[in-house]
């Protein structure tokens, strides 16, 4: 499941980066040079997240050590993005646009941890609570 919600967030945020700093329509960048990152930051995130035990079973108690490796993780992502873009010559963001990224993208996988933390809490509570 959850690798399903990182597939659909990936894309989102990517576009959504690109909204919010571009004056080109979206539709735009999906006819443009630089879609090539969509399917890069897919597989590449996909796979650093499966490596780096982003899927591991969510925590009872989510410290800020899972906060700073969750930071640190979607900062390897990015990075990676950007070398493989300047590998093979591909035309990039610019800084603004990977930094918004880098922020949405952030934001979107802390909150998603704690809602799926806390549901899992309240599943596990409600069952307890039945087995009474």
């Known amino acids: 499941m959850n690798i399903g919600i990182d597939a659909l967030i990936l894309p989102l945020v990517i576009f959504f980066s690109f909204w919010i700093y571009s ?3 979206v539709f735009q960048f999906i006819k443009s040079d630089i879609f090539w990152i969509i399917p890069t930051t ?3 995130g996909i796979t650093v997240f499966l490596i780096t035990g982003q899927y591991r079973s969510l925590s009872r108690y989510l410290d800020s050590k899972a906060i ?3 930071l640190l993780r979607n900062s390897f992502l ?3 993005i950007i070398a493989i873009g300047k590998v093979f010559n591909l035309t990039l963001l610019n800084f603004k646009n990977w930094l918004i990224f880098w922020l949405i993208l952030n934001c979107f996988t802390a909150f998603l941890r704690l809602v799926l933390r806390d549901l ?3 599943i596990d509570n409600y069952n307890i609570k039945n087995k009474k």
């Open 23 to 25: 004056d080109k329509d």
């Open 42 to 44: 897919l597989i590449l």
């Open 68 to 70: 700073y490796y969750l």
């Open 78 to 80: 990015i990075i990676s």
């Open 120 to 122: 899992q809490l309240i």
